[in-house]
């Protein structure tokens, strides 16, 4: 029954009632019970698009994307496996705005922003990279930022920018790292985090850059 069908129809018959209070309160448990059981299938679908990301990363991305031997490499501006992610990302944003309305729709695309840059942000560090290999996760990384401006959520935003500064360090030269780590985009992340991005660049024993931060 629709609450326009609740308030017309049946409450006009139980309004000087006891019944009348017994009915309000059946609602609300109803009403409770719904929004309960809406919740748990909208964080399931939620999870579930965040794990089918992770599989698509896991069986798409190769080792070998990030330490390609020449630049003939970065005329794909990005890998496959980022291109696969952003079209299903563009697909299920689509969806949730076809059958979500209001705040509803924030609240879903914020937790699913928020999971989404968790899988990548842990996907990135499995890898080490080149100086080419570099420039290739940035152009990832960029495009995955272009897909998550269509969610039009500033936190879910200033996670993957934080992002894609945090790859950037993968091509500074070692020399500038400590000043980019104090810059505007990355101040205030713990230091683990950043020497976190600066050990999977492929220089880092070499250049000495385990004292970088300190």
């Known amino acids: 029954m629709s609450e326009k069908q609740f308030q017309d129809s049946l409450i006009p018959l ?31 679908a939620v999870a579930a698009v965040a794990g089918w990301v992770r599989n698509i990363l896991s069986a798409e991305q190769k080792k070998t994307d990030f330490k390609p031997e020449d630049d003939s490499v970065l005329g794909q501006m990005v890998t496959p496996a980022c291109a696969k992610v952003v079209k299903f990302i563009s697909s299920i944003a689509q969806t949730i705005h076809s059958y979500l309305d209001g705040k509803n729709v924030e609240v879903v695309l914020t937790e699913l922003g928020t999971r989404l840059h968790r899988v990548i942000f ?93």
């Open 122 to 214: 842990d996907h990135l560090q499995q890898f080490q990279y080149n100086s080419l290999g570099a420039m290739l996760v940035i152009c990832d990384v960029n495009e995955y930022r272009r897909s998550i401006k269509d969610f039009k959520i500033p936190i879910v935003l200033e996670l993957f920018e934080k992002l894609h500064a945090l790859c950037n360090l993968l091509v500074v030269v070692p020399d500038n790292l400590k000043q980019v780590c104090s810059g505007e985009q990355l101040v205030g992340l713990d230091k683990s985090v950043l020497m976190g991005f600066i050990q999977l660049r492929y220089d880092y024993r070499t250049a000495k850059l385990a004292t970088v931060l300190k």
């Open 14 to 44: 139980v309004l000087s009632s006891p019944k009348h209070s017994l009915c309000l309160q059946k609602r609300r448990q109803l009403r409770e019970q719904l929004e309960g059981k809406i919740d748990t299938g909208l964080d399931r």
